[in-house]
């Protein structure tokens, strides 16, 4: 680490480029410091998100009007264009923090699931063993550079956010009839041509299967499992007339485990044969 006037600091900076942002979250910098008495930052704004973790010592973390006092295991979130400012509180032990700053249009929503939000900013006890082990893995990335190690920063960050999210999350949230069925719709979307079932859905949203179908039906305007068979319909209607894949194939793609049971399902749904469809259309 280099000495400063005030700390001793140890920084890995990354410029994001258009692999980067093509995703929804990148990293910017990884640092930590080891304070000197005399340490404080701000007041001042930055433009993007950076998490601070307390490894060691106290600190007072001065948001709005607020002010809190942070211990070892505590962190606290700097928000863009939010005024803040920190600084040592007499300890045994001299203050050490890590931080990770980075951006991205998941940055909010993921704080937000952490419990993190320009109202609240901080969190106490957050750092868990697993946890402690994830931040001394990026603090490796410091002395290394490279593609290789700027993905595996990637996997820690991810890594990190997960490990901050609680276990339950509140049921406020979590059975929300809206978020729920959109969360179902978005996971067949994604997944309908997977063999999934009804009872898949169900349980990645964690809803009692009868109650997820009646409220399904009512907001969907159709049965779960209708929708299921519409979403590989649709796809093989698709395929049988802008590709050469032979039928077999295409009821492996969307999702059906043989040509017989796709055949059943698309005659009940058009009328008429796989085969005789791309024939007609």
Not at 234 to 261: C, F, K, M, N, Q
């Amino acid at each position: 680490m280099r000495e400063y006037a005030s700390e001793f600091m140890e920084t890995w900076y990354h410029s994001p480029d258009a692999f980067d942002k093509a995703g929804g979250i990148w990293p910017l910098r990884v640092g930590r410091n080891v304070a000197k008495p005399n340490y404080q930052s701000g007041p001042r704004q930055i433009g993007y998100y950076s998490l601070h973790f307390v490894r060691e010592g106290r600190a007072a973390f001065v948001f709005g009007k607020q002010e809190v006092i942070l211990g070892r295991g505590d962190l606290f979130c700097l928000f863009p264009g939010v005024t803040y400012a920190y600084r040592v509180v007499p300890s045994s032990k001299a203050l050490e923090l890590m931080w990770l700053a980075f951006d991205g249009e998941q940055a909010e929503p993921m704080l937000g699931w952490a419990g993190l939000s320009e109202q609240k900013p901080y969190l106490r006890g957050a750092v868990n063993k697993d946890l402690d082990i994830t931040l001394e893995h990026m603090l490796h990335i410091l002395s290394v550079r490279g593609t290789k190690y700027v993905l595996a920063l990637y996997g820690h960050m991810y890594r990190l956010f997960a490990g901050l999210v609680p276990e339950t999350e509140p049921r406020t949230v979590r059975n929300e009839t809206e978020g729920w069925v959109r969360q179902s719709v978005s996971f067949m979307r994604a997944h309908y041509a997977e063999q999934i079932t009804v009872g898949d859905a169900a349980k990645h949203v964690g809803i009692d299967r009868s109650h997820f179908t009646r409220t399904f039906t009512r907001a969907i305007g159709m049965p779960p499992m209708a929708y299921l068979q519409k979403l590989r319909m649709d796809r093989g209607s698709d395929l049988l007339r802008g590709t050469s894949l032979s039928v077999t194939e295409i009821a492996l793609t969307v999702g059906y485990p043989d040509l017989y049971s796709f055949t059943r399902a698309f005659r009940n749904r058009f009328g008429m044969s796989p085969s005789k469809f791309r024939e007609e259309t």
